[in-house]
C-alpha cells in the first residue's frame, strides 16, 4: 500500500486465493477489497490498483525415527519399528524396511528382518510425494550369542563287564535340540583325590565323572556340563565245604 488514507477511511473487504492445500503456487486477488470512507461519496477520492500476488506451498520435509534394539539370539526376527513426522496428521506416509548385514555379518538387502547373530543395520525409506520430501534413516545393532543347555542321561550302575556310557543333548532357547556340532566326552576315575583321565566310558568298579563339551555355533557360545556315578562292585557268592573255600561265583545284584 503506497500513500495515506484521510482520518477514518480504511481498508475493507477480504483478498481471495485460488483454492488449493497441495504443494504449488496460488494467486491472491482482490477479491471484495474495497475503501471505506467516513463521508459519502468520499471513496470516489480513490483509485484501488491491485497487484495480484502468488501464495506458495513448499514440500515439508519429514524425519524418520526408528526404534531397534539388539540383543541376544532367541530364535525370533529383530524387526525395526519406525515413525515419521508429518504437515497433516491425517495423511498417509508409506515407509520401506531394507536389512542388510554389516561387516563380517553376510545377510544380502532384504525387506526380511535378521534373527541370527551378527551385526546389521536397517534402512527406512519414505520416496516423497507431492507434498513431501524423501526422507531416510539407518539405524545399527548386533544380535549376540545366547547360552545353551546341556542335559547329561548317566546313571550309577553294578559292575556287568559292559561300559556305562553317558548320553547328552544340548537344547537351545527354543527348546529345540541342537546337533551341531555334536558334543564330546571325556571321562575320568577318581584315584584317591583326583581325578585321572580314562580313554573311554568306564567299566570297572569305582567313581567316575564325565564332561561333556559343546563347541558352539554361530548363535550359540560352548558349554560344557559335568556329572558322576559310581560303579558299585558286583556280589561275589563263596561256596564252602565245612572250612573249605570251594567255589567263589559271581552273583547278579538284586
Not at 31 to 57: M, P, S
Not at 145 to 171: G, K, L, M, R
Not at 206 to 217: A, E, H, P, Q
Amino acid at each position: 500500500f503506497e500513500g495515506r488514507f484521510a482520518a477514518g477511511d480504511a481498508f475493507a473487504g477480504t483478498l481471495i486465493r485460488e483454492l488449493g492445500e497441495n504443494v504449488g503456487a496460488y494467486i491472491i486477488k482482490r477479491g471484495t477489497l474495497t475503501i471505506v470512507t467516513g463521508e459519502v461519496n468520499k471513496a470516489d477520492n480513490y483509485d484501488i490498483t491491485f497487484q495480484e500476488a502468488t501464495f506458495t506451498i513448499t514440500q515439508f520435509q519429514p524425519q524418520i525415527s526408528i526404534e531397534w534394539r539388539g540383543g541376544d539370539y532367541n530364535c525370533n526376527e529383530f524387526a525395526a519399528f519406525a515413525t515419521i513426522t508429518k504437515a497433516v496428521e491425517a495423511d498417509v506416509l508409506e515407509l520401506t524396511y531394507e536389512y542388510e548385514g554389516t561387516g563380517t555379518t553376510v545377510y544380502a538387502a532384504t525387506n526380511q528382518a535378521p534373527k541370527d547373530v551378527g551385526t546389521y543395520k536397517v534402512t527406512v525409506a519414505f520416496a516423497g510425494n507431492l507434498n513431501y520430501k524423501p526422507a531416510e534413516k539407518i539405524e545399527q545393532i548386533t544380535i549376540t550369542q545366547a547360552s545353551p543347555e546341556i542335559a547329561i542321561t548317566w546313571n550309577n550302575s553294578t559292575y556287568n563287564d559292559n561300559a556305562n556310557s553317558a548320553s547328552a543333548t544340548v537344547t537351545g532357547v527354543c527348546e529345540d535340540e541342537i546337533t551341531v556340532p555334536g558334543v564330546t566326552y571325556a571321562y575320568y576315575r577318581r584315584v584317591e583325590d583326583t581325578w585321572q583321565v580314562i580313554a573311554s566310558a568306564p567299566v570297572n568298579a569305582g567313581i567316575y565323572k564325565v564332561v561333556v563339551s559343546f563347541g558352539g555355533n554361530r548363535n550359540y557360545t560352548s558349554k560344557t556340563a559335568e556329572k558322576q556315578i559310581t560303579i558299585g562292585h558286583k556280589p561275589l557268592t563263596l561256596t564252602y565245604l565245612g572250612t573249605r573255600l570251594i567255589a567263589a561265583t559271581n552273583k547278579d545284584a538284586d
